[in-house]
């Protein structure tokens, strides 16, 4: 892959998929709804009852009945972001 080396974001190519993509993921909560998204997902694929105030780490195993490897397994599935909603603050009016 040839780097985009006019790319004042990334001028070195680094992080630019093999499609030239450059791809951003939020995960401070200030664009999409993280927390929704791990509180829904652990209730679908693990049947876990977590509240959004059970997380008060970055490390979901830490404080949540997630185990290291389904938090792995969580934030690997593609789906997690695709279909990850925007918080409603940040939604267009």
Do not use: H
């Amino acid at each position: 892959m040839t780097p985009m080396v006019d790319d004042p974001v990334d001028p070195t190519g680094y992080w630019q998929d093999i499609n030239g993509f450059l791809v951003g993921i939020d995960i401070d909560g200030v664009i999409a709804d993280i927390v929704g998204q791990l509180v829904k997902y652990a209730r679908d694929l693990w049947g876990y009852s977590i509240n959004a105030n059970d997380l008060t780490s970055e490390n979901v195993n830490t404080c949540t009945e997630l185990s290291t490897a389904q938090a792995l397994q969580m934030f690997s599935t593609p789906s997690f972001f695709r279909t990850m909603s925007v918080c409603r603050w940040q939604r267009k009016r």
